[in-house]
């Protein structure tokens, strides 16, 4: 059976990208949780090449999955480090030589690659933090076939950087350069976060106090925020369509570089 075959569970590789973090077994179980809801037999294999020092291991074979994630992180992706530099040439390498392989880049994941394809990152004036409404752009509405109804996505957010110019060969599927799918069919990209439930969302509270400048102690403020993070929000709807795009298996031309 070929890694695209629909008659068994779909194969994902995901590239956790948090350096250091003492959430990663956190992240992990989120993705765990949030694609079992939609493919509990999905075969996850977890890869982190963040870590020091490089480990042989650290890519997946691209030849042996169905799609590939490029996870969040916790460092700006403009900083060149070592370990950024890899992952740098491991999705340009996957565009080259697997030119039909399913790549999905979410929040870190979606700025390198959008930086990789041309795009300006920027510092936002003011981050985003709990799930935010994102309206879809008619591209958008045509991906996850919207023809009447809600043209918006809810999703968790969790970014103090931005996409701030659209990478060439793309198109915009959310406005604001918050998810963006390539002219080939192959990658596909969001700012914010389908795999981060509210447990998860809500590790990470306290970026409130340094994002925003609220005091630790300030329980009415930081409130607001976890009541974000505790929204409802349509990562069941991202992922079956994300699934069900990974096994597309029309033709696909070359992503220009």
């Given at each position: 059976?070929?890694?695209?075959?629909?008659?068994?569970?779909?194969?994902?590789?995901?590239?956790?990208?948090s350096f250091r973090s003492p959430?990663?077994?956190?992240?992990?179980?989120?993705?765990?949780?949030?694609?079992?809801?939609?493919?509990?037999?999905?075969?996850?294999?977890?890869?982190?090449?963040?870590?020091?020092?490089?480990?042989?291991?650290?890519?997946?074979?691209?030849?042996?999955?169905?799609?590939?994630?490029?996870g969040g992180g916790n460092r700006?992706?403009?900083?060149?480090?070592?370990?950024?530099?890899?992952?740098?040439?491991?999705?340009?390498?996957?565009?080259?030589?697997?030119?039909?392989?399913?790549?999905?880049?979410?929040?870190?994941?979606?700025?390198?690659?959008?930086?990789?394809?041309?795009?300006?990152l920027v510092d936002m004036d003011?981050?985003?933090?709990?799930?935010?409404?994102?309206?879809?752009?008619?591209?958008?509405?045509?991906?996850?076939?919207?023809?009447?109804?809600?043209?918006?996505?809810?999703?968790?957010?969790?970014?103090?950087?931005?996409?701030?110019?659209?990478?060439?060969?793309?198109?915009?599927?959310?406005?604001?350069?918050?998810?963006?799918?390539?002219?080939?069919?192959?990658?596909?990209?969001?700012?914010?976060?389908?795999?981060?439930?509210?447990?998860?969302?809500?590790?990470?509270?306290?970026?409130?106090?340094?994002?925003?400048?609220?005091?630790?102690?300030?329980?009415?403020?930081?409130?607001?925020?976890?009541?974000?993070?505790?929204?409802?929000?349509?990562?069941?709807?991202?992922?079956?369509?994300?699934?069900?795009?990974?096994?597309?298996?029309?033709?696909?031309?070359?992503?220009?570089?």
């Open positions: 059976m070929t890694p695209s075959s629909p008659d068994r569970p779909p194969r994902i590789a995901i590239l956790l990208n959430f990663i077994a956190d992240i992990r179980a989120s993705y765990i949780r949030s694609i079992g809801a939609v493919s509990p037999d999905a075969a996850l294999s977890f890869f982190y090449p963040a870590e020091e020092p490089a480990d042989a291991d650290a890519f997946p074979d691209p030849d042996a999955f169905d799609l590939i994630v490029v700006d992706p403009r900083a060149g480090h070592p370990w950024m530099l890899r992952v740098h040439r491991f999705i340009l390498d996957v565009a080259r030589r697997h030119p039909r392989k399913k790549i999905c880049g979410i929040c870190w994941g979606h700025q390198t690659i959008c930086m990789l394809f041309g795009a300006e003011t981050p985003e933090l709990g799930v935010t409404e994102t309206k879809l752009t008619p591209a958008g509405r045509r991906f996850f076939v919207r023809e009447s109804g809600n043209g918006s996505l809810l999703l968790q957010q969790h970014h103090r950087r931005a996409v701030g110019t659209p990478p060439r060969g793309f198109s915009e599927l959310l406005v604001g350069n918050q998810a963006f799918l390539s002219h080939n069919n192959a990658i596909l990209t969001f700012q914010g976060h389908p795999e981060k439930d509210t447990h998860c969302a809500k590790l990470r509270l306290r970026d409130a106090t340094r994002w925003f400048g609220i005091d630790a102690d300030d329980k009415a403020s930081l409130a607001h925020f976890e009541r974000a993070m505790e929204r409802k929000d349509d990562s069941v709807e991202i992922w079956t369509r994300v699934l069900e795009w990974a096994r597309e298996r029309h033709p696909t031309p070359e992503i220009h570089l």
